[in-house]
Each structure stands twice: as structure tokens, then as C-alpha cells.
């Protein structure tokens, strides 16, 4: 079975600085995905990014990237630039690519504070 | 499309009663979830939909929880006789499958105290 470990159970970060969440996993699995979701307050799940583990290059959105260290099984989360409105709880998440898997295994989440 | 709705968004109940919930998912999204999260604790997979059927189920998923989609698209989720221990956030998600690429949409979740 695949675990999800987040390490940081809180980080904090100053307004306009840049952050990085950390996320390992495990998996005898050699394809799957890998997908950062963000709880706010309000407790609704948005994609944040996701990474396909057959591709090298890592993946951007915006402010949002990605470290993905696929033999050291490790996922970071780099946001650059913070906003206020990125204060939330972080979800570090692994998807097998086989039908099988369809559902996501989850971290255990790291709430991030934004400093103004 | 308004995404997935949850109802109801809070449920207090006495332990034993039976509870139900109920989630709509974005229309023509063919894949459904079922999500257990306590408080403080990442989401837990509960049980998953293709269409109307129901293709998998976790070890979580006691048979005091029972999950249907009749028609492939709205989906319910009934616990019975309720424990304290069921006290948790319950999220639903959907997805719909594209070149093979999937993302599931969360629901806002219903939150469930059981006394």
C-alpha cells in the first residue's frame, strides 16, 4: 500500500517570500501521479498542481512548482511570492496510474501561514 | 456547471440514529468519491463510483456505511446506528476522465457530530 508523509505539521511564511512544503512517499508503483491539493478555511479541496511521474520536467502553475525527486520518492511544494490568500492547509497526494487505484492517498497535511 | 454540492453541509445527530448524506456531482463527471477527513487529518478514501457502479470500497468502510449512485449521478452515502467515532468531515469528489488524464473536484463536505 502507498503512504504520504508531510513532515510539517505548520510552516509560516512572510508576505512576498518564498516557501517550500515537503512531502515523501511510498510506492513499489513505478507510474502513478503525484498532486498538491489546498484546503482553505472553508474547507473545500482545489488542485493546486500535479505531476505525472513518467515526466522529468517538473511541474509549474503560476507561482506554484514542484521539486519531484522520483528515486528519492520526494514531492516538494515551492510557492513563490506569497499571498495572504494562500493561507491554508496543504494536501500532499499520491494516485496509482493503474485503473485499479483510482483514489487518492493523502498526507496528513501542513497548515501554512502567510505573515502580512 | 456550480461544481459539487454537498447536503447538508452540517449534520448533528444522536448516537444510534442513521444519517444520510447526499452528493451532486459536476454534471457529466462519471467518477465519484467518497472521502472521510477528522479533524486535523488528511482525507481517507472511503469508497468510489464509476457511473452507477460501485467499483471499490475501503477496509474503512464498515458495514454500517452503505453508498449508492442509482442513476449514475447523484450519489448517497447512509451510516447506520452512528458512533462518536463517526464524527468526521465527509467529502465528496468527482472526475471526469480526458485523454487520459484525471482530476477529482472536491465537494465542500458535510460535517458530521454524532453526541
Known amino acids: 500500500a502507498q503512504t504520504v508523509t508531510q513532515s510539517q505539521p505548520e510552516m509560516s511564511v512572510q508576505e512576498a517570500e518564498t516557501v517550500t512544503l515537503s512531502c515523501t512517499y511510498d510506492t513499489s508503483e513505478s507510474d502513478y501521479y503525484l498532486f498538491w491539493y489546498k484546503q482553505p478555511p472553508s474547507r473545500q479541496m482545489i488542485l493546486v498542481i500535479r505531476?505525472?511521474?513518467?515526466?522529468?520536467q517538473n511541474a509549474t502553475e503560476n507561482r506554484f512548482s514542484v521539486n519531484f525527486q522520483k528515486a528519492a520518492k520526494s514531492f516538494s511544494l515551492k510557492i513563490s511570492d506569497s499571498q495572504l490568500g494562500d493561507a491554508a492547509m496543504y494536501f500532499c497526494?499520491?494516485?496509482?496510474?493503474?485503473?485499479?487505484?483510482?483514489?487518492?492517498?493523502f498526507g496528513g497535511g501542513t497548515r501554512l501561514m502567510v505573515k502580512p | 456547471d456550480t461544481g459539487v454540492s454537498q447536503d447538508p453541509r452540517h449534520k448533528i445527530t444522536k448516537r444510534g440514529q442513521n444519517v444520510t448524506f447526499r452528493c451532486d456531482p459536476i454534471s457529466e463527471h462519471n467518477r465519484l468519491y467518497w472521502y472521510r477527513q477528522t479533524l486535523g487529518q488528511g482525507p481517507e478514501f472511503l469508497t468510489y463510483?464509476?457511473?452507477?457502479?460501485?467499483?471499490?470500497k475501503s477496509r474503512l468502510l464498515s458495514d454500517r456505511f452503505s453508498a449508492e449512485r442509482p442513476k449514475g449521478s447523484f450519489s448517497t452515502l447512509e451510516i447506520q446506528r452512528t458512533e462518536q467515532g463517526d464524527s468526521a468531515m465527509y467529502l465528496c469528489?468527482?472526475?471526469?476522465?480526458?485523454?487520459?488524464?484525471?482530476?477529482?473536484?472536491f465537494g465542500p463536505g458535510t460535517r458530521l457530530l454524532v453526541l
Open positions: 497526494a499520491y494516485r496509482s496510474r493503474n485503473n485499479a487505484g483510482n483514489m487518492l492517498t
Open positions: 505531476q505525472e511521474a513518467y515526466k522529468q
Open positions: 469528489a468527482s472526475s471526469l476522465v480526458l485523454a487520459g488524464v484525471e482530476t477529482q473536484y
Open positions: 463510483f464509476q457511473n452507477e457502479a460501485q467499483l471499490e
